[in-house]
C-alpha cells in the first residue's frame, strides 16, 4: 500500500535553512502530484506548495520565494528547501501524494505522510 515518510526536521535558528524529504514507497510506474502542508499548534492545516506530474511547482503566497520544491522521480522523494525561517514558520510539516493516473487502485486517491516537526527560535 501507498506510504509517504517525511525527515528532516528539527530545531532551526531564525534566519537559518532547513530541508525536508518525503518518500513515497508502495507504487511502481504511478503517476502522482506531489504536495506540502504545514500546521501550526491550534490551527489549521496550511498548504505550502505542489510539484505536479508534469513538473509544474506551484507556491502560496506566504512562502514564495523562501520555500522551493523539487522532486526526484527515481528515487519517489520529494523535497522542500525552506530558507529564511522564522518563527512563524514553527509547524508539523505534512507531504501529500495525490495519484493521478496508473496507480491502480490508488488512482485518484490522496495519501499523506505522519508529519516532521520543525521548530524556528
Known amino acids: 500500500h501507498v506510504q509517504l515518510v517525511e525527515s528532516g526536521g528539527g530545531s532551526v535558528q531564525r534566519g537559518g535553512s532547513a530541508r525536508l524529504s518525503c518518500v513515497v514507497s508502495?507504487?511502481?510506474?504511478?503517476?502522482?502530484?506531489i504536495s506540502w502542508h504545514r500546521q501550526a499548534s491550534g490551527k489549521q492545516r496550511q498548504y505550502l506548495s505542489t510539484?505536479?506530474?508534469?513538473?509544474?511547482?506551484h507556491y502560496a503566497n506566504a512562502v514564495k520565494g523562501r520555500f522551493t520544491i523539487s522532486r526526484d522521480a527515481a528515487k519517489n522523494t520529494a523535497y522542500l528547501q525552506m530558507d529564511s525561517l522564522t518563527p512563524e514558520d514553527t509547524a508539523m510539516y505534512f507531504c501529500k501524494a495525490y495519484m493521478r493516473r496508473g496507480c491502480r487502485e490508488a488512482t485518484g486517491q490522496s495519501y499523506w505522510g505522519q508529519g516532521t516537526q520543525v521548530t524556528v527560535s
Open positions: 510539484y505536479n506530474s508534469e513538473g509544474t511547482t
Open positions: 508502495g507504487i511502481t510506474d504511478c503517476t502522482y502530484d
